[in-house]
């Protein structure tokens, strides 16, 4: 698609990336230029018969991409365009019907998924509790919620006791409203040298600047950290940090160096941002660092990644003292999460389901990781239940050759470079969750045929 406006008939399912498409084609063919406004979310739902949340994740998607701004109060604009929007951690292809897509951190479609949709639908729409129907209030959902919150969280390591939890719309809005809160414009977040791909268009959003903290095998370095909050003279506010195998690396920090972390940043003075939008996915894994820092650290977890894409709710535990200013800060961007959304991740979590689930997903991702160890280069790294793995390029080949062969061939992968803070070795992300097991072990063994 590049003709603008768009119609319904340009619309493909899943129709939130086909609209996010096509306003990029019109971005990229001339057609929206630069300080245009979108039409608002719910005129563009009306004209294309979509409805007004498939326009607000083709929004957050164009965001993400650095596309498009949307400003509170104003609307949304295209910006400047500095990248192309097929450098995305996804990449719809010519056909998707005949594509690989291993481009998206998802988890596996399990056939329990739709059973547990279901079942959840019928209990709720047999009670029907008034909140689905009439809350306007944020406090309400952090009411009603708690115990969701609190027993999803003691599932990820974390025990906040009486300490109030916002509850949101997923990950993003609750690292974003996070983000607000540590930094002003022209400050600065340490981070890895491979970073989350949605912290750069938050920061460039905010206006915050990013500094790449070099690290070894296990993590970020903490004496690395100390010399570059020092070395910044007081711009460096906070750290941006992923230790539960979520980053680009698919690296499970250990327990020492989560400590090590959370003393370095005390002695340097900044402020932790945990995001850990696995959870619980890997059994035996250490801790949180808010566990060991919690006067210090915004901690990000979901429900997404680990239960069902379509499950879009978040948690974030803020430091006693920064809690009002998160609160104000996600109320001014999102207001608060979805009531039908909570209701069934509490139903699924007071039933059962999500443990089932979580279950089901680690002996998935087990098997599809043996599988991927086996097809892909020997220098690939991941972990044994994550949804990725990590394959550093050989030197002679570049990021953008690989991944515009591999498309070629139909399978989608993500370039190293869109995690990258900097200048950084060339690598590409494969995700495991996207595609059957017959499709992931062909896309793997073509993905090491033409690396080798």
Request: hydrophobic share 30%; no cysteine; glycine share 6%.
């Given at each position: 698609?590049?003709?603008?406006?768009?119609?319904?008939?340009?619309?493909?399912?899943?129709?939130?990336?086909?609209l996010a498409h096509g306003i990029a084609a019109a971005i990229g063919s001339g057609e929206l230029r630069a300080g245009e406004r979108l039409p608002t979310h719910r005129d563009l739902a009306w004209q294309l018969d979509v409805s007004v949340q498939t326009v607000s994740r083709a929004y957050e998607e164009l965001i993400r991409a650095d596309l498009v701004s949307g400003e509170v109060g104003r609307g949304t604009f295209v910006l400047p365009q500095t990248q192309s929007f097929d450098d995305m951690p996804w990449s719809e292809g010519e056909d998707p019907r005949q594509r690989t897509d291993l481009s998206l951190m998802t988890p596996v479609h399990l056939d329990e998924m739709r059973g547990a949709w279901q079942r959840s639908l019928a209990r709720i729409a047999a009670e029907m509790p008034d909140i689905l129907v009439s809350a306007l209030?944020?406090?309400?959902?952090?009411?009603?919620?708690?115990?969701l919150a609190t027993e999803w969280l003691a599932r990820c390591g974390l025990v906040v006791g009486d300490r109030r939890v916002t509850i949101t719309n997923g990950g993003t809005p609750a690292m974003y409203s996070a983000l607000s809160v540590v930094a002003k414009p022209?400050?600065?977040?340490?981070?890895?040298?491979?970073?989350?791909?949605t912290l750069a268009p938050a920061a460039h959003q905010l206006h915050i600047g990013l500094r790449a903290v070099s690290g070894d095998e296990r993590g970020m370095s903490p004496d690395a950290l100390i010399d570059a909050a020092r070395e910044s003279q007081g711009q460096i506010k906070a750290v941006f940090l992923l230790p539960g195998g979520a980053g680009p690396t698919a690296r499970v920090m250990d327990r020492e160096r989560r400590m090590a972390l959370a003393e370095a940043a005390?002695?340097?003075?900044?402020?932790?941002?945990?995001?850990?939008p696995l959870g619980p996915l890997h059994p035996r894994r250490p801790p949180p660092i808010a566990s060991f820092a919690p006067d210090r650290t915004f901690y990000?977890?979901?429900?997404?990644k680990v239960l069902s894409p379509g499950l879009r709710i978040g948690f974030l535990v803020a430091p006693e003292t920064h809690f009002e200013a998160s609160v104000n800060r996600h109320t001014s961007i999102a207001w608060m999460a979805t009531p039908m959304i909570a209701e069934i991740a509490h139903d699924w979590v007071r039933s059962g389901t999500a443990d089932s689930l979580l279950s089901a997903h680690r002996v998935e991702l087990a098997a599809r990781n043996r599988l991927a160890r086996?097809?892909?280069?020997?220098?690939?790294?991941?972990?044994?239940?994550?949804?990725?793995?990590?394959?550093?390029?050989p030197e002679r080949l570049d990021e953008s050759s690989v991944v515009a062969r591999l498309h070629e061939r139909g399978i989608a992968v993500t370039p190293g470079a869109r995690f990258a803070v900097g200048n950084g070795p060339a690598a590409i992300r494969v995700c495991l969750g996207g595609a059957s097991r017959g499709a992931l072990e062909r896309a793997c063994a073509e993905i090491t045929a033409l690396l080798s």
């Open positions: 698609m590049s003709n603008w406006p768009l119609s319904r008939d340009d619309i493909r399912r899943p129709a939130y990336r086909s209030r944020p406090e309400e959902i952090r009411h009603r919620y708690r115990v022209g400050e600065i977040i340490a981070t890895d040298p491979f970073t989350s791909h005390a002695q340097a003075g900044i402020t932790i941002l945990e995001s850990d990000v977890t979901s429900m997404s086996k097809s892909l280069p020997d220098t690939s790294t991941g972990e044994r239940h994550g949804l990725h793995r990590w394959v550093p390029l």
